[in-house]
C-alpha cells in the first residue's frame, strides 16, 4: 500500500508537469499568433512606405519639440512590424519606453478623411494636431487643408473617425 501511494505521488507529480509544459507551450503559441496577427494586420492596413510610418518624421517630435521633424533612418526602432525614424536617441528612448502613446491615430491616414468616409487618404506629414494627447495627421495639398475643415467638427469627426478605424482595424 506505501509504494502504491508513492506510484500515485509519481502519476500526479508527471501529470502536473505535462500540464505545465502544455500550458506554457499554449501561452506561447497564443502570443505569437497575436502578435503575428496584429503585426501583419498594422503592416496590411497602416500608411507606410517600405513598413515605415509618418514617411519617416520623428512621431515623438510631434510631442517633444511640438513640430514635424524627419528622422533619421539610421536611428529607428520596431513596434508591432512598424518602423519608427527618430531625429534623436533620447526621442527613440522615449518611443520604446511607451510607443502606443507616440503612434499616429488611424494608422497614419489622414484624420479627416477617417472621419468624414471612413477613407485611408494619404497626410502632409507637416500638417498635424495633438487631440487628447494622441497624434493626429491630416491631408494637405492643392489648396486643400484637412485640418481647416477637421477643427470645424472635430469632437463630431473624431467619434466618427474613431469608430471607423475600429472597423478596419479589428
Request: glycine share 4%; charged share 20%.
Amino acid at each position: 500500500s506505501n509504494s502504491s501511494l508513492l506510484y500515485l505521488c509519481f502519476i500526479r507529480k508527471q501529470n502536473l508537469q505535462i500540464m505545465k509544459k502544455t500550458l506554457a507551450l499554449f501561452l506561447i503559441v497564443l502570443s505569437t499568433s497575436v502578435f503575428g496577427q496584429s503585426a501583419a494586420k498594422r503592416l496590411a492596413e497602416y500608411n507606410l512606405d517600405k513598413k515605415v510610418a509618418i514617411q519617416g518624421y520623428d512621431p515623438v517630435a510631434y510631442f517633444t519639440q511640438k513640430k514635424a521633424l524627419k528622422g533619421k533612418s539610421t536611428l529607428v526602432a520596431t513596434h508591432e512590424g512598424v518602423i519608427y525614424n527618430f531625429s534623436s536617441q533620447a526621442n527613440k528612448d522615449l518611443f520604446l519606453k511607451n510607443p502606443t502613446s507616440y503612434e499616429p491615430q488611424y494608422g497614419g491616414w489622414c484624420a479627416y478623411a477617417m472621419g468624414s468616409s471612413a477613407e485611408k487618404v494619404e497626410v502632409d506629414p507637416e500638417t498635424f494636431k495633438i487631440v487628447d494627447g494622441k497624434l493626429h495627421l491630416f491631408y494637405n495639398a492643392y489648396f486643400n487643408n484637412t485640418l481647416k475643415s477637421w477643427n470645424k467638427d472635430e469632437v463630431n469627426l473624431k467619434a466618427k473617425a474613431d469608430s471607423n478605424w475600429k472597423k478596419i482595424i479589428k
